[in-house]
């Protein structure tokens, strides 16, 4: 019998690494940040490096939303194909999406370089591999945009995947510029970090209510105590869908499970991120502690009662699909978990204005 689950490993592996007051009385500052995940903690730490005076609030403690489930794979490319995106946006634009992606990873290992911030931070390669013959065609079309646009691509026949990464493809994309990091801890560091230099944060501190006809913006937290500010940031995650009556994104559950430490895996796996063409898709990626990760079984059903009975079916299905492309894998559960996740329809973010609510901003990574 199991008594608990649904913990997600960076959550046990870390535990609660900060904690901070829950807001007592009224206040002003100049902009609140809503949300203290890996969003809230990156738009934090960019305004306070403007010089901001900034406070934070979340109505958890830090990092307990998706930020602590999720499997932190750091890809330029985003679910929507480039070609598909192009064809939405314009390819300009598209492309300079895509690069906006790989400039972000690479900001991101900066950041965490210059303030030595803890977090497991690897650069890697990204495989992007067909999982039939069918797929291979449109996928080899969307090598040939990608390279066009110098993102740093080339093309893997798949005998050549099998040698190098151990795994059944029809071939795929190999990219120079992804990585993968513990983004639960990443952002409580750089919370901690920016409290040490004058931020203020309220966990355990919800949103309410909000004014912003007044000359100042007022909001409310749940016990009634006022925080006046000059501009209120989103950074509130998946549940931002609730406030936002435009119909920005479609959310699923999504399951992943870690092996358990030192297994046997091709070299060169252990430096690639690796996803496929499937539907719903497989991922995998090492740990910085020696675990193979993988994810996806994306379902948007969902029954709160089966929780526990679902992301066992899906652990094993997910496993059981990587046992099919990787035959030589000897892969022993040891953790697993599932959580929400967002997509928009062009798999972009949704960052800036809401026509809604005129005087606020909304940083909301949907699709990661
Ligand atoms: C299993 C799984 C795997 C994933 N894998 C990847 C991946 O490989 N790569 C990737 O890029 N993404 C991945 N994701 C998605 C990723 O988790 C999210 O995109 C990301 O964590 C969102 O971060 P966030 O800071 O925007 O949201 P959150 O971490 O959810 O933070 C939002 C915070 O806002 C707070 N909040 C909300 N409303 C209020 C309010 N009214 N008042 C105060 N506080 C409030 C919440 O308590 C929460 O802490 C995955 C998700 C899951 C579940």
Sequence with gaps: MRLRT???FWLLKNGLLYTYP???KDISTEIVVVGGGITGALTSHALVEKGYKVTLIDKRDIGQGSSSATTSMLQYEIDVPLSEL???IGAYAAAQCYKAGIEAINKLGQLVKENKIDCGFEKKESLYI???EEAAQSLYEEFEIRNKCQLGVKWLKPEEILKIYGLKSFGGILSQTAASVDAYKLAHEL???NVNRGMTVFDQTELKDF???AEKTIITSSEGHKISCKKVIFCSGFESTKMIKEDIAKLFYTYACVSEKEIKIPKKLKNTLVWDTNEPYLYMRTTDDGRLL???EDSSVNFPFFQQQIKESKTSKLI???EEIMPDIKFIEDFSWGGTFGSTKDGLPYIGKSPEFEHALFVLSFGG
């Design 6 to 8: 649904f913990e997600s």
């Design 320 to 322: 059981q699909t990587l």
């Design 191 to 193: 919370i901690h970090y």
């Design 294 to 296: 993988v994810g996806g």
């Design 211 to 213: 004014d912003f006809s």
């Design 86 to 88: 192009s064809t939405m």
């Design 22 to 24: 829950s807001i007592q």
């Design 130 to 132: 067909a999982h039939n």
